[in-house]
Structure formats: C-alpha cells, structure tokens
C-alpha cells in the first residue's frame, strides 16, 4: 500500500498546474520536446510546399509561373526554414523528450529554460515568416552573401527579417544547446559512466558543443549586418574599406559546422535504432562515439571549402581541402559500424530500421560527392551548380530527414502510446525513397552540364530540360511520401495498436517506462549496469530511489560527471509562465528593432530585465 | 552551343573533365563495394543461432574505416593537388589580358591596351593561345563560369581577382554567372567567342573604331535614341565627344554581338524590338524601362542599332 501512496504523491507533485494554464505555465520535458516536433513538423512542411512551388517553375524552360522575386523569396525561404526553423528542432525535440528519458532523469537540467527555448524558436519562426505577409519575404538566400544583403541591393525588409528573427532564434539554440550540456554530465542514472553512454547521447553533447562555438559568429555576422544596412556602418562594404568576404568567413565559420549539428543528432537517431532492430549491441560503439567527437572537431576546419571560388591562395585551397578530405573518415567510421552491426545481427525489418537502412545508402552517395568536392579544381568547376544542391541534399535529405522519420517511427509509440502501421509505414518509405533519388538523382547531371543554382528559369537547348522535369516529377512523388507518414500517424492516434512500454524490445533506458510516460517518467530512479541496461541482466533496476517525493518537491538525481556516482537530489522547479512571459518580451523587443520603434525596445527590454529578475528570485525550492 | 563541364574545350577544362571521370569513377567504385556490404548484412543466410555474430569492432572498423578510406583519400587528394598545382598558371606566356567587369545583370568586357574596345557580354579571345582576364564587379559579387574552358572564379566588388582561358579550336562557349546576384540572375549569360588569332586581330581592330555616322533612316533612329532617353544608360561612340551613360552596356559595335540582354535574346529585328518594346517582360527587374515606342520609332530604333556594326 505505501508504494502506491507513494506513486499518488508523485502524479500529484509532477502534475501540470495550473492545468487550465497548461500551454503556457509547463515544464515537463515531454510536453515541450512534443511541441518542439509538431511545430518543426509544420515549418517542414511550409518548405516542403516552397519546394513545390518551385520544381513547378523548374518543370519547364523558360517557365513563367513565378516572377524571380517570387522565386528568389522562396529558395531564400526554403533553405532558412529547412535548416533553421526545422532541422535544428527537430531534432531539439527528440532530444528534450528521449535524453532524460533515456539518462534515466526526471527532467532537463534547467525545465524553465527549456520552456524558454520553445517559446522563443516559435517567436522567432513566427517572425521571419511574417515577412511573408507584407509581401518582403528575405531574397538573399539562405547564406544571404554581402554586398547583395545589403541596403543597397536589398533595401526592403526581407533581409532585416532575416537577420534579426535569426538573432532571435539564436537565443533558443544557445539555451537549448546549454541544457543539454548540462543535463548530460549532471543528470544521469547512477552507474551510467561516460562509456556507457548511449550513443544518440554522445551525438546530443557533441551537437550542443558544436552549437556554443558556432553560432556566435552567426549572431555576430547578423548584428553587423544590420548595423550595415541601418546605421551607415561598413564591415561589409568594400567601397568604405569594409570586406564582402568577411561576411562569407564568418557565415561558414559557423554554416559548415551548422551542417553537423543537423546532421549528428541524426546520426544518433541511426545509432539508436540500427541495433535495436538488429538485435544486438552497437559493433565498434567506442569508435563511434570517438568518430562523433573527431565530426565535431574537424567541422570547425573545413568552413573554407564554400569558398573555393573566391580567389584564395593555393595554400589555402590546400590546407582546407585535406581537412575537407579527413572529414570523411569518421563518417566511414560509422558507415562501417552500421552494416557491421547488421550484418552480424538478426535484422527485423520494421519501418525505422528501412528508414536508417536508406538512410546509409543516401548518407553514403552525398558522402561520396561530398569527398570530390574537397578536390579543389573540381569544386571550382561545379560548385554554385546543380551538382550541390545534388550533394547536400543527400547529405541533408538523406543524412538528415531519413534518420528523422527512423526516429518518429521509432519514438512517436513512446509518445503517443500508438505504434503505427508498419506495413504502410514501408509503402511511406519506398515512396520516399524513391520520389528523393528521382528528385535529386538527376541534379548530379544537370549540374555537370553546367546549370547553376539559385535561377528561376533556365533556356532550352543545354540539355537541361528532360532532366529537370524528372526533378519535378520525382519532387511530388516525394510529397506523396511525406502525406502518407501523416496519414499514418493520424490513424495511429485513433486505431493504432498499443505500444505498451517496449514495442521494440529496445535496450536504453526509455523503454524501461511506460508509453506515453507519466509525467514523473520513472516511478523509481533507474540505475545502470552496462551500455545497454534493458538488455543487460542485472536486477538493479528496481532500486527505490526518489521513489516517495520529499515535502510535495519535485527532484531528480545530480550525479558525478564521469562515473555517474549519485551526488545529490536536484530540487526541480514549479510550472511557472515566466518563460513564456520572458520570450514574448524577447520578441516584443525585436519587433520593435525591426521597426526602429526605441520606446518599444526600451519598454521590452525594460520588461525582459523585470522578467528575469522574477525568475531568478529565491522562491522556497530554492531553500528546500 | 553548350555549357556542360564535360565537353571541355581547353586545357583548363580538359585537365578538371578528366579529374571529374577519375574521381567520379573511384567515388562509384567505394559505392558499389559499400552497397554491396549493405547487401550482403540484410540477406545474409542466417541459422537457428541464437545469439550475433561475434565481430571484432576494433579490426573491422580499424581496417575498412579507417585504414583502407584513409588510403583512398590520400591517393584523391595527391590527385587534387596535382590538378590544382597544374591550374594555377596557364601552360604558356600570355600576350592579352581581358577585363570583365560583373554588373546586376550584365558582363560589361574590356580590353585594356585598347580603351576603345568595349563590348558587353560576348568575349571574343584568339584561339589556341592562353588568354588572361582580370575580373571586378560594380555592384555586387558574381562568378565567372565558362564551364568549357574553365573552372569558374568570383567577381567580388574590392578584390582584383583573376583567372585565364584558352580554347583549344575556335567556336562559341556559352557562360554564366553562378553566383546568386539578386532578381536577374538567371539572365546573366556570356558567350565566349574563339577565333583564329588573325581573325580576332581583325575583330579587336574593328570595335576599336567609333560607329560609322548614322544616314537616312538609322540618322532618325537616333534621333528617338536620344529623345527617348536612351543615352541616360547607354552610349554609343560615333567619335569625338559622345554623350552617354554607364548603366547599360555599350551599344556602339551592338550589330557585331549574337545576343542581347546578357544571352537572353537573339540579336535580330525581333529579338530587338521585343526587348525595347517591353524589356521589364522579358527580364523583369532589370534595369532598362518598358519603352512601348510607336511601331514607326520602334522601325527607326532598329535601323540605328542594325547599324551599329
């Protein structure tokens, strides 16, 4: 009887409240991590229509369905959605709900600020495409190079959207990148020591690495540009002694990075679901987390290879290509690994294993072009052509979106406690799969006929036209397959199978709760013994800690930073609405810079300073 | 005519065509066993075993992770910076230097030593013989593409960039700026024309020269040349002092040149009245206003710019 006045004493602690408040007030890593996949999911879609719109232009030569501003608005769109606004999200999301699960935590480290990330990524997507509405959408493209983002080429708007709504975004990603950094090292089950991370865990920490060195330069190359296009300054204006490469220098410093921190929590979607489904243990698993960490590194060294064409010096071109070139290796790492780990398992062949089975081939062929593009003279020759956006769509497309749907086949019955139809799940992925190479497939030989990226019509007569219409072709089909994961979460929300706790007889710490999880997630704090503690046969699960919450206080296990030795018991905080306060405020202020409007930024950054100071007041869990 | 990397026309080209089918080749040849690995784990006959294969991960990954891939990467990249040793200088000395000069959305082509050659959007270089072309740009950042001849090269607004050409046969080489450079961008096409080194002489000598004075009804052209504004943009040299703009290119030799509007029409009677009758239809946000002159103008205008040879 104690055990279940205990379990009523945890649901009443870790409740929502004020539930009416829901929305607006909860901390709970799930609820936020699910919000995280359903907004991304959208601004994925809104791309996905902008991509459409433009094979339809593409489909023929010579086409006038857009006019090119129409058409320049939605490349720029595009690439800014995918990467920022659903990409990187994404993938946020599956982290803020399985890594705590997966730690064996009650929560992240910080929960306020996690609920603060959400609210200001929603804000600062709501306020890039509220560009759309005035009919000034950002036309620079997604790398929006100088001088053409400048007031004089671009004296609209669109760009001021831009710059500043990243900004803004940057913000989220900063805290969110913070949280899991922290939460990894200091809120994991006792005895899951850094070797025995879970490698989508590694692949988190070192994505969030990546974040906090990276994305201040994007910030920075922002806030200069704004101050260029409405101050009068001139980093970037050759004319006053400013540079137009500065700009590029200091976009890829972080873009190329940027390509990792979407594409490695991708890869540990993969790592994750590969040997669940082969039924074995990760072959070479502390390679693989070596090689996520070498990925991390060397990413920081390769930002030159955009910039092959600029004119550098040979020596240059040299350096960046042989580091280019390593960066490769680690990915072979992993590549070997997976089909290792196949090929000496017992493969089931359920959707999220197809997904991360098509994942390696399409990872591989945007891997391979990927490595030619590090021999100097070809990339000069194709760069800026068809051919790339060939490459990076296999890399991204391929490295990125398939291990994203592995990983809501995978985690979505967690979520929702509904397993989705698996044998409509493979039609999903061979619609997919196949609508992608026919899209992108013949972008490689266009691109090697000499068609250039970013223009909205092109003539007849190249060569170019058969291949492009197949492109188009190929891009529905791909629509097609993207509609029928949809349909087929929807009715898994209705008549799916129930999932119970361990659909998959997986091995990490996740399934050791139920499907959804009640909002405690562990009713006893999991201990750990080995690298894969559902499969491991030992009887220390059950240990009884933090099982009955100490006076109505939310808590969660500090451990030790490399043996995961308990430490302490972390009082986590109440469901409060000041994170929602603290973004509104946030993007109050950044409307008003995008209007010049100073009172409006005074009073909002006024407020914002009211707003923190309320949040970091000792309120009486901080005594307890 | 063509634009593709793999129908090169000159040694620059040639060289990077032949890097492309060998590295192209070695990149098909890790797909093909890779694949074939993946192939092999998905079908592979398994037992009534109960437990997985034992793997020695060490080995395995050591080996075809990072042993063999690291020995096929070296081997590509001594291949790079060989082409990219061979590529930086042209294979002999150089008698001529272009300029090209980036313009949203235009290529304007100069020929310094001889500051009256000034054409647009057509380079016209002896054949057979390495030619050097100094690149800059008046607005904003574009990138010289010819990909029959040669890798592409930015034209960045500060910096003096550079990159030569040499077209083994004479013949026309279709390029293309490939840089993002705002609305028009994908009507910023160039050709570049290879002659026999006598012929091209022949040609620099005659855009050397001022127009010849307009007669009859090219002299009325004119004068609706200038009534319309068109010299607000344009200039063209008949000699002595020429009034004139900068904006758009120089029409004085403008009946010598194959195509208009940086490659977007052909340069005859139709394709010239459409582009004067509505050039913001044809390339829209360009810089040249819809004129709609009456057909009678519009019959004059043509015969000004017909003659223009």
Redesign the interface.
Known sequence: MAALADRELLIKVWETHPKALSPFVTVDHKKIGARYLVTAFLFFLAGGIEALVMRTQLALPENRLL???TY?QLFSMHGTTMIFLFATPILSGFGNYVVPLMLGARDMAFPRLNAFTYWVFLFSGLFIYASFLIGSAPDG?WFA?T??SGK???PGPGLDFWALGLVLLGISTTAGALNFIVSILKVRAPGMSVDRLPLFIWNVLVTALAVIFALPALTLACLLLELDRNFGTHFFD??AGG???LWQHLFWFFGHPDVYIIFLPAVGIVSSVVPVF???PM?????VALATVTTGVLSFGVWLHHMF???LP?IA??FF??VT??I??PA??????W??T??????VWRTPLMFA?GF??LF??GG??G??F?????D??????YFVVAHFHYVLFGGAVFPIFAGLYYWLPKMTGRLMNDRFGQVNFWLMFTGFNLTFMPMHIVG????????????T???WDGTNLAETVGAFLLGVGILAFIANFLWSLKAGEPAGPNPWFANTLEWATSSPPEDYNFEVMPTVAGRDPLWDTHDELGRPILARPRALQRETLGTELLEAIPQNVLNMPQDTPLPFVLAFCLAVLFVGLLLQQIALCLLAGLASIVVVGAWLWPGKEAQA | MSQSTLAPAGPAAERIATLTWLITGLAAAVMLAVLAYLAVAILRRRGLEDEPRAVNGAFVVGVFGVGLPLAILLVTFGFALNALAALVYPPSATRLTVEVIGHEWWWEVRYPGHENAITANEVHIPSGEPVQVRLSSDDVIHSFWVPQLQAKMDVIPGRANRTWLQADQPGTYRGQCAEYCGLQHAHMSLLVVAEPPDQFERWLAAQSRPAGPPQGQAARGLQAFAASGCLACHTIRFGGDSPGGKIGPDLTHLASRQMIAAGTLPNNPAGLAEWIADAQFVKPGNKMPAMHPDPEQLRDLLALLQSLS
């Open positions: 006019d090119p501003e320049n493209g190079y001088p053409l004089a080429a671009s050759p004319a540079s137009a490469l082969s039924r074995r072959v070479g698993h502390t390679f064409a600029t004119g040979p071109l040299s290509g042989v070139t390593l490769a290796v072979g790492v992993q590549i070997i690994a089909i290792t196949m090929w000496s398992g017992r493969p089975a390696i081939v591989l062929i391979l072009t490595v030619m590090a021999v100097v003279p070809f000069q020759q194709i760069t800026d052509s090697m006929l000499g068609m250039p990226r970013r223009v909205y019509t092109y003539p007569g190249l060569g």
